[in-house]
C-alpha cells in the first residue's frame, strides 16, 4: 500500500520569502500525485496535480512541484509568499490502478509580516 | 454546479448514540468517498463507491460504521453507538477518477461527549 510522509509538521515563513513544502511517497511503478491545500474554517482544496509528462507542475496562485522519480519525493515550493498562503497543506498519492488516493499528515504554513 | 455538500456542519452527540451524516456529491461524479480528519493528522480513507456500489472498505472502519449510496446519487455515513475516539471531521470528497482529483466538501465535525 501507498504511503506518504510530509517531513515538516510546522513551517514558518516571512513574507515574500520563498519556501519548500517537503513530500515523499512509498515506491511504486507509477503514481499520481498531488497537493492539497486547506485554509482555515475551508474545506480541502487541489491545488496541483502530477499525472504524467514534465515533471515539473505548476499552479495558478505560483506554487509548483516537481516529481523525482528517483527520490520518490513531489516537493512543492513557492519562490515568494503571502500572508495569503497561510494554510495547512498536504500531499497526496494513488497508484495507476486508481485506488483512492492515500494523504500524508500534512504541513501547516504560517506567513509572518 | 454547487459542488459537494455536507450535512450537518456540527454534530454533538453523547456517548452510546447514532448518528448519520449525508453527502451529496457533484451530481455527474460517479465516484465518492469518506475520509476522517483528526486533529493534526492528514485524511484517512474510510470508504468509497463508484455508483451504488460500494468497492472498498478501510480497516478503520468498525463495525459500527456503516455507509450507503442508493441509487448512485447522496451517500449516507452512520455511526452506531458512539464513542469518544469518534471525534473527528468527517470528509466527503466526489470525482470522476483518482487522476482528476477530488471535490471535497466543507465536512461534518463530530464531537462525542
Known amino acids: 500500500a501507498q504511503s506518504v510522509t510530509q517531513l515538516d509538521s510546522q513551517v514558518p515563513v516571512f513574507e515574500e520569502a520563498p519556501v519548500e513544502l517537503r513530500c515523499n511517497y512509498s515506491?511504486?511503478?507509477?503514481?499520481?500525485l498531488f497537493w492539497y491545500v486547506q485554509y482555515p474554517n475551508q474545506g480541502l482544496q487541489l491545488l496541483l496535480k502530477y499525472l504524467s509528462g514534465s515533471t515539473l507542475v505548476e499552479s495558478i496562485n505560483g506554487f509548483e512541484a516537481e516529481f523525482n522519480k528517483s527520490q520518490t519525493s513531489f516537493h512543492l515550493r513557492k519562490p515568494s509568499v503571502h500572508i495569503s498562503d497561510t494554510a495547512e497543506y498536504f500531499c497526496a498519492v494513488s497508484d495507476s490502478r486508481n485506488t483512492p488516493l492515500v494523504f500524508g499528515k500534512g504541513t501547516r504554513l504560517s506567513v509572518i509580516a | 454546479d454547487t459542488g459537494v455538500s455536507q450535512n450537518p456542519r456540527h454534530k454533538i452527540t453523547k456517548r452510546g448514540q447514532n448518528v448519520t451524516f449525508r453527502c451529496d456529491p457533484i451530481?455527474?461524479?460517479?465516484?465518492l468517498y469518506w475520509y476522517r480528519q483528526t486533529l493534526g493528522q492528514g485524511p484517512e480513507f474510510l470508504t468509497y463507491f463508484q455508483n451504488e456500489a460500494q468497492l472498498e472498505k478501510s480497516r478503520l472502519l468498525s463495525d459500527r460504521f456503516s455507509a450507503e449510496r442508493p441509487k448512485g446519487s447522496f451517500s449516507t455515513l452512520e455511526i452506531q453507538r458512539t464513542e469518544q475516539g469518534d471525534s473527528a471531521m468527517y470528509l466527503c470528497?466526489?470525482?470522476?477518477?483518482?487522476?482528476?482529483?477530488?471535490?471535497f466538501g466543507s465536512g461534518t465535525r463530530l464531537t462525542v461527549v
Open positions: 451530481s455527474e461524479h460517479n465516484r
Open positions: 515506491s511504486s511503478v507509477s503514481v499520481y
Open positions: 470528497a466526489s470525482s470522476l477518477a483518482e487522476i482528476y482529483g477530488y471535490t
